[in-house]
Each structure stands twice: as C-alpha cells, then as structure tokens.
Nanobody, 118 residues
C-alpha cells in the first residue's frame, strides 16, 4: 500500500510564502509522478503542479506558474511545493497525490489547509 502524509499548511498574509511537504511510504517504486491538487470551498478539486518521479519534469497550472515550485527528494520519498507571492485566491485544502501516470491520482493524502488573508 501507499501512504502520503502532507505537512506545512497554515495561515499567512498575501505576499507571504509557504512550503508544503508530502512524504510517501510503501510502493513508491510504482510512481510515475507525484503532484499537488487543491480544493477551495464550494469549488471542485483542481490540479496545481506535478513532477515526474524519474527525470523530474514539471508541469504547472497557469494560475500558479511563476509563483509555485514543485521539487522532489527521491532519497526521502518526499515532494515539496514552495509557494511564493501567495494570494487570497490560493486559499484551499491542498492534497498530495501520486500515481502511475503523469497526472497522478491513484493515491491521495489527507490534505493540509492553506489560508491566505488579504
């Protein structure tokens, strides 16, 4: 089985930065990619960013491109999301995901709340 555990959420002001972490355990050798999604109140879950497990290619949603950076530490089975220049519209529960395709969705973490005040 696979377990994903997120950490690093919190309450910040607009313009601040946060770094989210996602530690994976279990069958990580089956991953093609890991990524981050988010869900704001009353909205559907949306893709934020992903990174391939081998090679490290990245892809971002247009809404976060240039502000967020996804990275990985394969030795620690951990993926990070560095979020800079945060905006109130970034407020959401952020979910870590992993899977066998480049849009990972086979496994999900429990979510971590990010709240950005104006």
């Amino acid at each position: 089985q696979v377990q994903l555990v997120e950490s690093g959420g919190g309450l910040v002001q607009a313009g601040d930065s946060l770094r989210l972490s996602c530690a994976a355990s279990g069958r990580t050798f089956s991953f093609a990619a890991m990524g981050w999604f988010r869900q704001a109140p009353g909205k559907e879950r949306e893709f934020v960013a992903r990174i391939s497990w081998n090679g490290g290619s990245t892809y971002y949603a247009n809404s976060v491109k240039g502000r967020f950076t996804i990275s990985r530490d394969n030795a620690k089975n951990t993926v990070y999301l560095q979020m800079n220049s945060l905006k109130p519209e970034d407020t959401a529960v952020y979910y870590c995901a992993a899977g066998s395709t480049l849009l990972p969705s086979d496994y999900w973490g429990q979510g971590t709340q990010v709240t950005v005040s104006s």
